[in-house]
């Protein structure tokens, strides 16, 4: 099979109740400063009311209000295998201060079977890079995703960001934290 994906949808999802949409507020995305290839989300106009530069503490992306309760960092293959190796210190402690926040995710721009095969330059095992992603998901409990595009990517944390939005948004207004009636 070959992939070709779709469009994204016009908004990722809908909150209801009792059969009456939800209007909950778009979010402002913030995107820190440092990102050298950051995600643009202009494809994602609909589901955000703006996008903001600024130096954030923890991760490359989250939404405005929400910055110490959620955060994104994203790598690509070879700032991943630099992060593991030569600034491993520097991205340890900056996981371990992801890990204590609520809502989390390590997104990388590359295919799980690119991260597990060879590096055309560099003598990395690629062994001990996926098994520190484990590790990573295991000791300090920070989901990663591998998504073979940057747009991939990019439509992955959009939707992430919209979603935690709606549902901090939800549960703030006393709707609770599902999207429709007797939902998840």
Partial sequence: M??????????????ERGGTQLRAPRAVVLVDTREQTPFEF???SGWFVGVERKALRVGDYTIAGLEDIC????????????SFTVD??????????????PHRLLIISAALSQVKSPYAHS??????TL???????????????????HELGEEVVASYLYQIH????????????????NDL
């Fill in 123 to 128: 003598n990395i095992n690629p062994n001990c």
């Fill in 166 to 181: 709606l549902y901090d948004w939800l549960e703030s207004n006393d709707y609770g934290r599902f999207l429709v009636d």
């Fill in 42 to 44: 202009s494809r994602f």
């Fill in 71 to 82: 955060a994104v960092e994203r790598k690509d293959l070879a700032d991943l295998i630099h």
């Fill in 131 to 149: 098994q520190s992603l484990i590790a990573l998901l295991a000791g300090l409990n920070v989901p990663f995703l591998c998504t073979e595009t």
């Fill in 88 to 101: 491993r210190p520097v991205f340890i402690n900056r996981l371990r201060l992801m890990s204590a926040f």
């Fill in 2 to 15: 070959t992939a070709a994906p779709v469009l994204p949808p016009p908004i990722p999802v809908l909150a």
